[in-house]
């Protein structure tokens, strides 16, 4: 996880302009929750006030707790235990989580059966990225090939 300290990235934005990836971003906004709504935060994750960088963190406290809970039954994390709220909540599953140096694990999987398929963002420049894209599939491949054949035989 590439993880920052919010108290030290606050008004300059070098934290977002430093990011290769562009994906931190400056909270404008100091956050307002009336009653009721205030029931529905986290109370794992701080609100963070106008003036910070923020970032997603893969829910970094569901990693803690994962890692806490098999620490004090003397157990390793067992495959799809941690799930950040997006792969959790995904109606298609189109989002999965888990250790890509795992080779049993499925993003690992999915990787290696869909080579074709998967890319990285930013590896040449070295950063080993932790996360896997799949490019979406055409399903109508076969029909565009024929196209592009059938037009240059007619030019």
């Known amino acids: 996880l590439n993880v920052q300290v919010y108290n030290r990235c606050i008004g300059t934005r070098f934290c977002a302009n430093g990011c290769p990836y562009s994906v931190r971003y400056f909270n404008f906004w100091n956050p307002e929750w009336p009653d009721p709504m205030n029931n529905q935060l986290n109370p794992d994750v701080t609100v963070r006030t106008k003036g910070i960088i923020e970032k997603c963190t893969f829910c970094v406290q569901r990693i803690n707790r994962a890692h806490v809970t098999a620490g004090t039954e003397g157990r390793e994390i067992r495959p799809g235990e941690v799930q950040p709220a997006c792969a959790q909540s995904c109606p298609t599953s189109a989002l999965v989580f888990a250790d890509l140096n795992n080779p049993e ?7 290696e059966a869909e080579a074709d398929r998967s890319y990285t963002l930013l590896e040449h420049f070295g950063t080993d990225p932790g996360v896997i894209y799949l490019k979406k599939v055409d399903p109508h ?3 565009h090939e024929d196209e592009h054949a059938h037009a240059g035989a007619h030019a």
């Open 141 to 143: 491949a076969e029909i």
């Open 105 to 111: 694990s499925l993003p690992a999987k999915l990787a």
